[in-house]
C-alpha cells in the first residue's frame, strides 16, 4: 500500500509559477513510475505529466510541454511539477497517482492516488 499526499497548490496569476509536491509513504513507494493528472472545472481527468521509478523517462501533455517539468526525489519519497507560465486554463485539481507498469497516459495504470490539491490560475 503507498500513501500520496498532495501540496502546494493555490491561487497565482496568469504568467506565475508554482511547485507542486507529491510525497509518498508505504511499501517501496520510491520504485513506482508516478504520475501527475488534472481535473479542470466541469471536465474529466486528464493525463499531465509522468516519470518512470529511477527519473530516466518523462512524459507530457502536449498542453504543458515546454512549461511543465515533473522530477522526483526517491531519498525523500517527493515527485515534484514545476509549473510555469501558468496560464487560466490550467486551473484545476492536480492529483499525484503512483503506477505498476510505465504506462504514462493511461489512468488504468495507476493504482494508488492521492487527494489532489486545487490550482486557480486567474487572469
Known amino acids: 500500500q503507498v500513501q500520496l499526499v498532495e501540496s502546494g497548490g493555490g491561487l497565482v496569476q496568469a504568467g506565475d509559477s508554482l511547485r507542486l509536491s507529491c510525497a509518498a509513504s508505504?511499501?517501496?513507494?520510491?520504485?513506482?513510475?508516478m504520475g501527475w493528472f488534472r481535473q479542470p472545472p466541469g471536465k474529466e481527468r486528464e493525463f499531465v505529466a509522468a516519470?518512470?521509478?529511477?527519473?530516466?523517462?518523462?512524459a507530457y501533455a502536449d498542453s504543458v510541454k515546454g512549461r511543465f517539468t515533473i522530477s522526483r526525489d526517491n531519498a525523500n519519497n517527493t515527485v515534484y511539477l514545476q509549473m510555469n507560465s501558468l496560464k487560466q486554463e490550467d486551473t484545476a485539481i492536480y492529483y499525484c497517482?503512483?503506477?505498476?507498469?510505465?504506462?504514462?497516459?493511461?489512468?488504468?495504470?495507476?493504482?494508488?492516488w492521492g487527494q489532489g490539491t486545487q490550482v486557480t490560475v486567474s487572469s
Open positions: 516519470i518512470s521509478w529511477n527519473g530516466g523517462t518523462t
Open positions: 508505504g511499501r517501496s513507494s520510491s520504485s513506482h513510475p
Open positions: 497517482a503512483a503506477a505498476i507498469g510505465f504506462l504514462p497516459r493511461a489512468p488504468s495504470a495507476y493504482v494508488y
